[in-house]
């Protein structure tokens, strides 16, 4: 079994930054794979990033065509937490937050694929 608390979110105007993070336990060697996904009131939910350990230094990260070269993911193997420094953010990137890992999703986007999930972290950017 794997645990996943995010935490971080909040309100911010639009062009402000948060650093949402993820404290990963239990089973860690399940969380090959970790991403964060969001979901909009009446949407559905998708992927924002993700991150593959491959194994020593040996890292992949994925993002979403709309949020490439705003936000950074990151993974602390030594503290067991994932992060996603989110800069310039617009209205648009209002949503619930989650953080998922999985052994081997079908994609890194697929959230019907992930099987941890943590309860998630509102982030709200106004105009």
């Known amino acids: 079994q794997v645990q996943l608390v995010e935490s971080g979110g909040g309100s911010v105007q639009a062009g402000g930054s948060l650093r949402l993070s993820c404290a990963v336990s239990g089973y860690t060697r399940s969380t090959y794979y970790m991403g964060w996904f969001r979901q909009a009131p009446g949407k559905e939910r998708e992927g924002v990033a993700a991150?593959?350990?491959?194994?020593?230094?040996?890292?992949?990260?994925y993002y979403q065509s709309s949020v490439k070269g705003r936000f950074t993911i990151s993974r602390d193997n030594a503290k067991n937490t994932l992060n996603l420094q989110m800069n310039s953010l617009k209205p648009e990137d209002t949503a619930m937050y989650y953080c998922?890992?999985?052994?081997?999703?079908?994609?890194?986007?697929?959230?019907?694929?992930?099987?941890?999930w943590g309860q998630g972290t509102q982030v709200t950017v106004s105009s």
């Open positions: 991150i593959y350990h491959g194994g020593g230094d040996t890292y992949v990260t």
């Open positions: 998922a890992a999985d052994k081997r999703p079908g994609s890194w986007s697929d959230y019907a694929t992930y099987t941890y």
